[in-house]
C-alpha cells in the first residue's frame, strides 16, 4: 500500500491543517504526496525552494455571489467560485462545474488535479478551475442564459487569453459556453476568442474539443493495452456516465472494435448486452436532454434499465474487459473494483477526474489490473482546449482529422512520459506514480526558475 514518505508527512499535515474540511481536496494531494518523496529525495531543490508547500497553495481564490432571476420572477443566490491553481507553465486552465454539489474544495480537488494533468500534455498552460452550485437540471433555456450571464459579469475582470482561460466540465458545455462568451464580450467590448475553450466550431471552437476528453481516455487505454500486446478489438466495455465524455469515449470504443454494453446516470444504469445504440443515445442526451430512462423506452427490449442500479457489478453478470469510469469523483468504490478485478477485466482508466476511490486503485494495482489515473487519461480534453487557443492565436481552423491526429499525438506522448517515469523510479507500470512524477517534475521545475512568487 503507497503511503507518504516520512521526509515530506510534514508538508502534508499542513496542508490537512489548512484546508480543514476540503476532504475531496486532502484525497486528490494525498495521491499525490504518496509519488513524491522519491522525487524530493533525489532532487533536494524542490525541498530547499519549499515547491511541495507552494504548489499545495493556490495563487489565487476568487469566490463571488451570482445573483440572477428565475421564471417566476423571484431572486435566486448562487455562489461562484474560481480557483487560480498555478501559472508556472502558462495561463491558469481549466474548466467550469455548475452542479448542486461544487464546494471550494471541490474546486480546489479539481484544480489542482489540473495543474498535473495540463503539465502532462507538454502545452504551455497552468492549471486552474472553477464554477457553482447552481444546479442546471430542470431550468429552462432562459434561466440557463440569465445565469450565465450574472456569473460571467463578475468572472469577466478575473480570466483572459493570457490570464486565465476557463472551459466546460460537468454542467457546462457548449451552450454555457456560448452564453459565457456572449456577455464577457459585450463587458469588454473586445471579441476574444482564446478567453474560453470549448466554444461552438463556426465561432471560434475547435473541431474535435467536443470529442477530446472521451476519445483521449481511449487512445490511453489503447496505449496501455498495447503493452501487453492487447487491443480493443472485441473488448466488451463498460463505460460510467452519459454526458459528453461518457458519449465520445463510448464512440469511440466503437470505432476500434469493441462493444459498449452499459452506461449510466445518476438516476440509473442501462445495459444492452448486443451493445449500446450510440445514434439513439446522442439523441436523447445531446438533443432532447432526456435521461437514459427515456433512452432505455425507445430501445425497447434491446434495452434493460436498472433504476439506481451499480454499473460495476455487471462484471459478475457479463464478461467484461474494459472498465472507464466518466462520471464524477468516487463513483467507483473498492468492492466495485474487487467485482471488477475479480472477473478478469484487464484495463480501467479514469475519463472522469478522480472516479475511484483510493481504495479501488489499490485493489486494481495488486490485481495487477492496468489503471490509468485520470489527470493523464483524461487529459486530451485540455490538450486540445489549448489546440483551440492555439488556432484562436493564429486565426486559423484546422481540419478535424489534423486535430484528432494532435490529439492521438498528444495521448501517445502522455502515455509515453508516464510509462518511462514510472520504470525510472523503479514501479514500470505503475501509471499513479508515472504520472504523479512526471507532471509535478515539469511544474517543480519551472518554479524554480522563476524565483520565489
Ligand atoms: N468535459 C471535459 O472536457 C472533461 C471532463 N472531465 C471530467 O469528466 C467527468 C464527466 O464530465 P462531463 O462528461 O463533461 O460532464 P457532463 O455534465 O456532460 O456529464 C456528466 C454525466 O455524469 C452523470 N453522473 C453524474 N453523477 C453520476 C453518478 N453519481 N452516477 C452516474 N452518473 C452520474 C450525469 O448524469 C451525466 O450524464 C467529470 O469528472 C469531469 O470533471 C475531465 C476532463 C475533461
Ligand atoms: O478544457 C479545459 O480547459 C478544461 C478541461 C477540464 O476541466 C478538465 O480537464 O478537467
Given at each position: 500500500?503507497?503511503?507518504?514518505?516520512?521526509?515530506?508527512?510534514h508538508?502534508?499535515?499542513?496542508?490537512?491543517?489548512?484546508?480543514?474540511?476540503?476532504?475531496?481536496?486532502?484525497?486528490a494531494?494525498?495521491?499525490?504526496?504518496?509519488?513524491?518523496?522519491?522525487?524530493?529525495?533525489?532532487?533536494?531543490?524542490?525541498?530547499?525552494?519549499s515547491?511541495?508547500?507552494?504548489?499545495?497553495?493556490?495563487?489565487?481564490q476568487?469566490?463571488?455571489?451570482?445573483p440572477?432571476?428565475?421564471?417566476?420572477n423571484?431572486?435566486?443566490?448562487?455562489?461562484?467560485?474560481?480557483?487560480?491553481f498555478?501559472?508556472a507553465?502558462?495561463?491558469?486552465?481549466?474548466?467550469?462545474?455548475?452542479?448542486?454539489?461544487?464546494?471550494?474544495?471541490?474546486?480546489?480537488?479539481?484544480g489542482?488535479?489540473?495543474?498535473?494533468?495540463?503539465?502532462?500534455?507538454?502545452?504551455?498552460?497552468?492549471?486552474?478551475?472553477?464554477?457553482s452550485?447552481?444546479?442546471?437540471?430542470?431550468?429552462s433555456?432562459l434561466e440557463?442564459?440569465r445565469?450565465?450571464?450574472?456569473?460571467?459579469?463578475?468572472?469577466?475582470?478575473?480570466?483572459?487569453?493570457?490570464?486565465?482561460?476557463?472551459?466546460?466540465?460537468?454542467?457546462?458545455?457548449?451552450?454555457?459556453?456560448?452564453?459565457?462568451?456572449?456577455?464577457?464580450k459585450?463587458?469588454?467590448?473586445?471579441?476574444?476568442?482564446?478567453?474560453?475553450t470549448?466554444?461552438?466550431?463556426?465561432?471560434?471552437?475547435?473541431?474535435?474539443?467536443?470529442?477530446?476528453?472521451?476519445?483521449?481516455?481511449?487512445?490511453?487505454?489503447?496505449?496501455?493495452?498495447?503493452?501487453?500486446?492487447?487491443?480493443?478489438?472485441?473488448?466488451?466495455?463498460?463505460?460510467?456516465?452519459?454526458?459528453?465524455?461518457?458519449i465520445?469515449?463510448?464512440?469511440?470504443?466503437?470505432?476500434?472494435?469493441?462493444?459498449?454494453?452499459?452506461?449510466?446516470?445518476?438516476?440509473?444504469?442501462?445495459?444492452?448486452?448486443?451493445?449500446?445504440?450510440?445514434?439513439?443515445?446522442?439523441?436523447?442526451?445531446?438533443?432532447?436532454?432526456?435521461?437514459?430512462?427515456?433512452?432505455?423506452a425507445?430501445?425497447?427490449?434491446?434495452?434493460?434499465?436498472?433504476?439506481?442500479?451499480?454499473?460495476?457489478?455487471?462484471?459478475?453478470?457479463?464478461?467484461?474487459?474494459?472498465a472507464?469510469p466518466?462520471?464524477?469523483q468516487?463513483?467507483?468504490?473498492?468492492?466495485?473494483?474487487?467485482?471488477?478485478?475479480?472477473?478478469?477485466?484487464?484495463?480501467?482508466?479514469?475519463?472522469?477526474?478522480?472516479?475511484?476511490?483510493?481504495?479501488?486503485?489499490?485493489?486494481?494495482?495488486?490485481?495487477?489490473?492496468?489503471?490509468?489515473?485520470?489527470?493523464?487519461?483524461?487529459?486530451?480534453?485540455?490538450?486540445?482546449?489549448?489546440?483551440?487557443?492555439?488556432?484562436?492565436?493564429?486565426r486559423?481552423?484546422?481540419?478535424?482529422?489534423?486535430?484528432?491526429?494532435?490529439?492521438?499525438?498528444?495521448?501517445?506522448?502522455?502515455?509515453?512520459?508516464?510509462?518511462?517515469?514510472?520504470?525510472?523510479?523503479?514501479?514500470?507500470?505503475?501509471?499513479?506514480?508515472?504520472?504523479?512524477?512526471?507532471?509535478f517534475t515539469?511544474?517543480?521545475?519551472?518554479?524554480?526558475?522563476?524565483?520565489?512568487?
Amino acid at each position: 500500500m503507497s503511503t507518504i514518505d516520512p521526509a515530506i508527512q510534514h508538508v502534508f499535515d499542513e496542508v490537512l491543517l489548512r484546508n480543514a474540511g476540503e476532504v475531496e481536496f486532502h484525497q486528490a494531494t494525498r495521491e499525490v504526496f504518496e509519488s513524491l518523496g522519491r522525487v524530493v529525495l533525489r532532487h533536494p531543490q524542490y525541498a530547499d525552494a519549499s515547491i511541495l508547500q507552494r504548489i499545495c497553495e493556490p495563487e489565487r481564490q476568487i469566490i463571488f455571489r451570482v445573483p440572477w432571476i428565475d421564471d417566476s420572477n423571484r431572486v435566486q443566490i448562487n455562489r461562484g467560485f474560481r480557483v487560480e491553481f498555478n501559472s508556472a507553465l502558462g495561463p491558469y486552465k481549466g474548466g467550469l462545474r455548475f452542479h448542486p454539489s461544487v464546494t471550494l474544495g471541490t474546486v480546489k480537488f479539481l484544480g489542482f488535479e489540473q495543474i498535473f494533468k495540463n503539465a502532462l500534455t507538454g502545452m504551455p498552460i497552468g492549471g486552474g478551475k472553477g464554477g457553482s452550485d447552481f444546479d442546471p437540471k430542470g431550468k429552462s433555456e432562459l434561466e440557463i442564459m440569465r445565469f450565465c450571464q450574472s456569473f460571467m459579469t463578475e468572472l469577466y475582470r478575473h480570466i483572459g487569453e493570457y490570464t486565465d482561460v476557463p472551459a466546460g466540465d460537468i454542467g457546462v458545455g457548449g451552450r454555457e459556453i456560448g452564453y459565457l462568451f456572449g456577455q464577457y464580450k459585450r463587458i469588454t467590448n473586445r471579441y476574444e476568442s482564446g478567453v474560453l475553450t470549448g466554444k461552438g466550431v463556426g465561432w471560434g471552437g475547435s473541431r474535435a474539443r467536443t470529442e477530446a476528453t472521451g476519445y483521449g481516455a481511449v487512445f490511453f487505454t489503447e496505449q496501455m493495452l498495447a503493452t501487453r500486446g492487447e487491443s480493443f478489438d472485441g473488448a466488451r466495455v463498460l463505460v460510467s456516465g452519459s454526458g459528453n465524455v461518457a458519449i465520445y469515449a463510448i464512440e469511440k470504443v466503437h470505432q476500434l472494435g469493441g462493444v459498449v454494453v452499459a452506461c449510466s446516470d445518476s438516476a440509473g444504469v442501462v445495459y444492452d448486452k448486443d451493445g449500446l445504440d450510440l445514434d439513439l443515445l446522442r439523441e436523447v442526451k445531446e438533443n432532447q436532454r432526456g435521461r437514459l430512462s427515456d433512452y432505455a423506452a425507445l430501445r425497447g427490449s434491446a434495452s434493460e434499465y436498472r433504476a439506481g442500479g451499480n454499473i460495476w457489478s455487471l462484471a459478475a453478470e457479463t464478461r467484461i474487459d474494459v472498465a472507464l469510469p466518466c462520471a464524477t469523483q468516487n463513483e467507483l468504490h473498492e468492492e466495485d473494483a474487487r467485482v471488477l478485478a475479480a472477473n478478469g477485466v484487464r484495463a480501467v482508466a479514469e475519463g472522469a477526474n478522480m472516479p475511484c476511490t483510493p481504495d479501488a486503485v489499490r485493489v486494481f494495482t495488486e490485481a495487477s489490473v492496468l489503471f490509468a489515473p485520470g489527470k493523464a487519461a483524461n487529459a486530451g480534453g485540455v490538450a486540445t482546449s489549448a489546440l483551440e487557443m492555439q488556432q484562436n492565436a493564429s486565426r486559423d481552423s484546422w481540419t478535424f482529422e489534423h486535430t484528432e491526429e494532435r490529439l492521438a499525438e498528444i495521448m501517445r506522448g502522455i502515455h509515453e512520459s508516464c510509462a518511462t517515469t514510472a520504470e525510472e523510479y523503479g514501479e514500470p507500470g505503475n501509471y499513479v506514480l508515472g504520472a504523479n512524477i512526471s507532471g509535478f517534475t515539469r511544474v517543480a521545475d519551472a518554479m524554480l526558475a522563476q524565483g520565489v512568487i
